[in-house]
């Protein structure tokens, strides 16, 4: 169990109904004029918007908007935030929607009271400092934003898709309703649960042998989501099954699931999945980025596992209840694949791609995708097995 | 899955040595002037309060005492901080111990800048507004008071031991240490298990059904404690299981374990088994709460399963892997037993009494404690099964 710092300030209302009090606790909380950040889609469509805005009216809070910010959130729309915030003078920012519109408000928390480029928080120039407060009404559950220190921006100028971490910028307050999640088409739900056991997985695989407590937490999470995914796919509106979704979507990326399992300090795990991944996705941006890990955690986690194979029969044990049926080596491959298979099959019956082909990419483009991950990560990279290029490289050949 | 607000400000910083960042970390939140907190006995004997003095020292932070809380910290105690943070005009308490320390330290917080009496917070007259920041130096794993909301004051003249709740009085800092733990006797290290377990059971027996990922959360917990508490007691310097046990403790008590299980709202679980607890060591002060915890909660879980035995079965199968050999329900009653018994047992092994009787205790005082019960919490009380004075009584009896 290595040292850590564990720090989630995060208040969470969780229930039905929770956004009803959306506007009385953030005019509690002394903010008078907000801005409002939300994106394209489902939320405006749903009336969600319109409903929070008249909370917010209601409770004499004046309202500036960001609307429109895109999957894989862009500088671009980071600049307006920053330029709205500053000419209204607001005292915080509300979030409604998923990853990308609370990454696109914690780049505009931290850029607005500073003297500079919001890239610069992207590109190693600056670090966060004191931030404008956060709240979040969360409509996708996935990407972990609303209780995590990360936040991930693209730039489409530079081709770049770039993170930071901070704990200025963790959300103050977060509004869960898994009511608010009965709308989700079956394949982004799927999707986000995909995102939320890779996140438990990144930290469960992060080069650092066993840490009982965070483990038995981590396996909890994905057997939580291996057993409400399919309820929820089955009946949208299965309140349990949306609410531990929900949740566990949130203690996937909150890091209570990478207490003691930081190999060097600071970040807990190589994100080497993640990594790949957003190579594929910032290639094709039709990609949706749980789909993406559905193929390429299993295809990592078959090409490393013999670095610590008694990590993986551990995750089986207490994901699976998988045993092996001896102490042989063959014994102890044996149970490993079959770990990882039940990860896969489990991707597979939610809707999941299991193979690179299925988005339509072509053996042609590993090169490409390698080159990528070094741009981004550096080679070789990793925690679990360092991987240099002919290791990514073998990665992708193999999900074909 | 039941509306939750889950709110866990404290930071933790946790590890071998990170008391050695005590003083630069106090001054670089802008404390200069701190009331230190601590007990009677192992801290100060341990060279540990004369090390944090010399830290703050350096730092350059004035320091004033509250040496000598007692276990079960009284109400004069209290009100002698509270004399010393007002005339010192310090801007935050340092607790260095374990629960004692830390409630008189929280109890301080709020009623420094109060203008009353501190016994209000505890009668009912008042709630605590904006308190002293607390930062916490943790020597005794087991009530989780460096994490939770809760705080616990005794008042000798009125033979009262009450208890308060509140967000603003959790510890904005926590330095958590597990080689401090090495020191601990066996007694207290197996009597702070339990009082662990017992967090997380009264959470998991809330009166409320299965919240997935919060069973799976408690049930972890739960295991990583019966694993990791033998291995303590064998080796007292063994570090992972040092660790473990302290994590637990604050993961036991900080809400994690009852997000959801919430019966009505505000807290959650009916704290019975404590409540039985508390009035036997209010009788008997020699009585550790921890070790009254391991009579107390089996005797209380066999009195009441019948309530929700699925509640159980699911417990038994979590935390021991015991299945019922079938449906009937003699069956249940068989693997529902056998859960008990096993946590009964557990208790046994790591030094913890079975019965009343090794305390001392006779049949005779059943009725006193019953009625110190029901002053406290009143008649009947409990959200698994509600309990009244006859059940009190026959929960006290078989304990015998």
Redesign the interface.
């Known amino acids: 169990?290595?040292?850590?710092?564990?720090?989630?300030?995060?208040?969470?209302?969780?229930?039905?109904g929770?956004v009803d009090a959306v506007g009385e606790t953030l005019a509690g909380m002394g903010w008078q004029r907000v801005l409002l950040v939300y994106g394209k889609g489902s939320a405006v469509r749903s009336g969600l918007i319109a409903r929070v805005k008249d909370l917010l009216a209601q409770a004499g809070i004046k309202v500036v908007e960001l609307p429109g910010v895109r999957p894989n959130p862009e500088i671009a729309s980071v600049r307006e935030g920053v330029g709205i915030a500053r000419e209204f003078d607001v005292q915080g920012i509300l979030a409604v929607g998923g990853g990308s519109v609370i990454d696109a408000s914690k780049a505009v928390a931290m850029a607005t009271p500073y003297d500079g480029d919001a890239w610069d928080f992207f590109c190693g120039k600056a670090t966060a400092g004191e931030c404008l407060p956060i709240a979040v009404v969360l409509t996708i559950p996935a990407a972990g934003s609303e209780g995590s220190s990360s936040c991930v921006i693209s730039n489409d100028e530079l081709g770049a898709k770039n993170g930071t971490n901070g704990d200025s910028f963790r959300p103050k307050l977060a509004f869960l309703d898994?009511e608010l999640t009965y709308s989700l088409p079956p394949y982004q739900t799927a999707a986000g649960v995909t995102d939320m056991i890779a996140h438990v997985c990144e930290r469960s695989f992060s080069g650092v042998g066993a840490?009982?407590?965070t483990d038995?937490?981590a396996?909890?999470?994905v057997?939580?989501l291996i057993?409400?995914a399919p309820r929820a796919l089955a009946n949208p509106n299965d309140?349990?099954a949306r609410?531990?979704i929900m949740?566990?979507g949130t203690?996937a990326h909150n890091d209570?699931a990478g207490?003691?399992r930081g190999k060097v300090a600071g970040r807990v795990g190589g994100w080497e999945s993640h990594a790949l991944e957003h190579a594929m996705s910032a290639y094709d941006t039709s990609i949706t980025h749980g789909a993406g890990l559905a193929v390429i955690l299993p295809a990592w986690m078959r090409y490393v596992w013999r670095e610590d194979p008694q990590r993986f029969l551990d995750f089986g044990r207490g994901v699976f209840g998988l045993e092996p049926a001896g102490d042989s080596e063959a014994d102890i491959e044996q149970a490993v694949t079959a770990t990882i298979d039940a990860l896969s099959a489990f991707f597979a019956s939610i809707g999941m791609p299991s193979k690179l082909g299925e988005f339509g990419l072509t053996r042609e483009v590993i090169p490409t995708l390698a080159s990528s991950v070094i741009a981004v990560k550096g080679e070789p990279f990793g925690c679990f097995k360092p991987l240099a290029r002919a290791d990514i490289e073998a990665i992708y050949e193999s999900a074909f």
């Open positions: 169990m290595n040292p850590f710092t564990f720090y989630t300030p995060t208040k969470y209302q969780f229930g039905p929770v898994p840490v009982r407590i038995y937490i396996y909890g999470l057997r939580t057993e409400m309140y349990e609410a531990n949740w566990a203690l209570i207490c003691g």
